[in-house]
């Protein structure tokens, strides 16, 4: 479950960058603007990061069940649903539709499953993968 919640998160930061949201949101534009300033390039490279630091806490901690794989995977369901909730509610506010919002339920719905899997696992170290 967890990689399939980073697997969601690379479809998330797609539908982001094709539909610009370095341009329309503050922070993200401000983020892009610290790694480049071409808004497009410094998103990408932000968003790739990201995806890539998901990636690693996948193969390296959870998969491995390393002792701090649990709580990658707590943070991520954390991060994730925040991501997914905040797209959503910023979207509903706006009354219009903001680049994310199509992709977010499916992000709520991982990290949601993961976080209940994570609730109900026996162990410190049980993670459904």
Known sequence: MFLALILTQVAHSVEEYVFRLYEVLAPARIISGLVSSNLAMGFATV???????GLWCY???VRKDHRSGRGWAWFWTILEASNGTGHLLLAAGRGE????????PLLLCCAGWLGVTLGRAQGPDHVQR
């Open 59 to 61: 193969f390296a901690r």
């Open 47 to 53: 968003n790739g990061a990201l995806i890539l630091f």
């Open 97 to 104: 539709y903001i680049a994310g919002v199509a992709t977010a």
